[in-house]
């Protein structure tokens, strides 16, 4: 497993339609990863089949795979407020084909 990153110009897609510009006088633009380790599986829902149910770690119990009715309410103040762009919405970007991600129902 390896992880990459780039940055590229999105100013016409990912800035509310080129409202907010990159401001590219703050490069350069450095990542870096030490002793990074993910451990990860493709989601299904109601959750991944390849998910830990031991108890273990926090992570690895059913409260941590859903949200309560306060988080569902913070979470929507948080996209009505900060949200600025939303990918699962961009029907010109994807011309209606999303990616699969798309379909989770975060609520």
Known sequence: MYLFSSIWNADNWATRGGLDKTNWSNAPFLSSYQKFNADACMWEDPFP????????????KPAAWTLTDAQKLDYAWARRNFLIYDYCQDTQRFNGTFPAECSVEPL
């Open 49 to 60: 089949a390849c998910v830990s149910t031991t108890g273990e770690n926090w992570w690895d």
